[in-house]
């Protein structure tokens, strides 16, 4: 045996007891080693038999890894709603709502509340969750003492930690043609308790505007302009109430004038006075007939209105059978197709009927008359106002945007068609529930004689008007 292939062997049998001492196999030919070692031909520093535990290792790392990336899973509570249930039931409760009326405003709610629809996740504290939950009960028993302390104790956990709650809640056009009628259920002494139980909350729009130009000074562009809008909505409709034109047109003005105060220096007291002059000094009445319409319409159009009353109600006992009286056993609807019926406002806080409708409210007796003529031509003109148009003619009806809604085809005095379509300026809209029965059924060969009591108001940044009924009073058929 050469040196070289004596060399060759040796170094193989040294490499060979390495791995075998390592527990390794060895990966190479008696041949290779018989030939030399190759430089290009190293040996796998992972032998193929350890591949698979290896992947397994790392599978199982991955799968640890994935699952502390994971995100915590959701509470198994939906936190949005119970803080809309909450919502519902501290305004129920601020009212003092009776049993009655709890139940009247559940059959309100059924053609009334919005749809919760897909949200965000919430994202809150444990202990922001448990003192909602705890204030809900406390709320549903109308246990005044744990509200108090739980109230106090929910507002410090949302200044130390603020939620992020998707639980906004969109007026709904059928919770603005029914807040009148909620309205119109409270007693005096009802209105005083709510007013009383915004306390310090009680907003002056005067001394929001010199707030928010204060706190907003320091903001920039998309920051600023968040809260202008937020803070320009509100004085609308703290200044206008439900009055969909004049309060669009204050918004933009508020608006206008928040950003050109934006980056001025100067007292308060000369805004004070411009600020007045654009809001026009609206009186506390004014104000609080305002806030309790929007709060009104706010808690009908809450999606979990519903479940809110029937939680109070159960909350009652053994109140809970006289409450739901109402609710099933309502009032029998006058005949219908009776001719030359004289028109009658509903009383104040009566509205039990469903089909003949109690609409009228306040603002039913203030109605002025009016020719259809002339309000088709001008709409704007009329915004905000209640109408009454006496003597039309009924000719057909169509399906509203909404089932709960139903559109009327009218003829004018003078032989106009106002069709039962949003293709004009001007609809005549009409809530099924309050739809005599020969509107409501009424064929395609048929028309009757009415009196219309209407409620102008403006949709689509002013570009369409519906007139919604609020009292029909129908004489008979053609």
């Not at 009286?325 to 039990?352: H, L, M």
Request: charged share 30%; aromatic share 2%.
């Amino acid at each position: 045996m050469s040196r070289r292939r004596f060399a060759g062997v040796c170094l193989a049998f040294v490499m060979a007891s390495a791995a075998l001492g390592l527990g390794i196999a060895p990966t190479f030919s008696t041949s290779r080693a018989d030939q030399g070692t190759d430089k290009n031909d190293k040996p796998s520093k992972k032998p193929a038999a350890d591949h698979g535990k290896d992947k397994k290792t790392k599978d199982t790392k991955k799968r640890a890894t994935d699952k502390k990336e994971k995100k915590p899973a959701p509470h198994p509570l939906d936190v949005n709603r119970l803080s809309m249930e909450y919502k519902a039931l501290r305004t129920l409760r601020n009212l003092e709502a009776t049993p009655a009326q709890l139940s009247e405003i559940a059959r309100l709610a059924k053609t009334t509340i919005g749809n919760a629809g897909k949200r965000e996740p919430a994202k809150a504290a444990n202990a922001y969750i448990d003192t909602l939950k705890e204030l809900r009960e406390a709320l549903v028993k109308n246990n005044e003492e744990k509200m108090e302390t739980l109230q106090e104790k929910l507002d410090e956990l949302r200044e130390k930690d603020p939620p992020d709650l998707d639980d906004e809640i969109d007026i709904t056009d059928a919770a603005e043609m029914e807040v009148q009628r909620l309205l119109n259920m409270l007693s005096p002494q009802q209105v005083l308790a709510y007013g009383e139980s915004l306390g310090d909350d009680l907003p002056d729009p005067v001394q929001l505007i010199l707030d928010g130009i204060e706190e907003g000074r320091e903001l920039k562009k998309e920051e600023w302009e968040a809260i202008r809008d937020e803070l320009a909505e509100k004085i609308s409709w703290l200044v206008c109430g439900l009055n969909g034109e004049n309060a669009l047109k204050l918004e933009e003005q508020v608006s206008t004038f928040l950003d050109r105060k934006h980056s001025g220096k100067g007292k308060s007291g000369g805004r004070e006075v411009e600020i007045r002059k654009l809001l026009g000094s609206p009186g506390p009445f004014v104000l609080l007939n305002n806030i309790l319409e929007h709060d009104l319409a706010m808690l009908l159009s809450n999606a979990r209105l519903k479940e809110a009353t029937k939680a109070c109600l159960r909350g009652q006992g053994t109140q809970i059978a006289d409450a739901e009286k109402p609710a099933t056993q309502a009032p029998a609807p006058p005949p219908q197709k009776r001719k030359k019926v004289a028109e009658a406002p509903s009383p104040a806080g009566k509205s039990g009927n469903s089909k003949k409708p109690a609409k009228s409210g306040k603002s039913t007796p203030k109605a002025t008359a009016a020719d259809l003529d002339d309000v088709l031509k001008s709409p704007e003109k009329f915004d905000g106002q209640d109408l009454k148009f006496e003597d039309v003619t009924i000719s057909g009806t169509a399906p509203g945007k909404q089932d709960k809604f139903l559109l009327l085809e009218i003829k004018t005095g003078s032989g106009k068609v106002v069709p039962a379509t949003r293709g004009q300026k001007l609809t005549i809209v009409i809530a099924k529930a309050d739809a005599p029965d020969s509107i409501a059924q009424m064929k395609p060969d048929q028309s009757v004689s009415a009196t219309l009591t209407c409620h102008i108001g403006s949709g689509n940044k002013g570009k369409h008007w519906d007139a919604k009924v609020r009292h029909i009073v129908v004489h008979g058929d053609k």
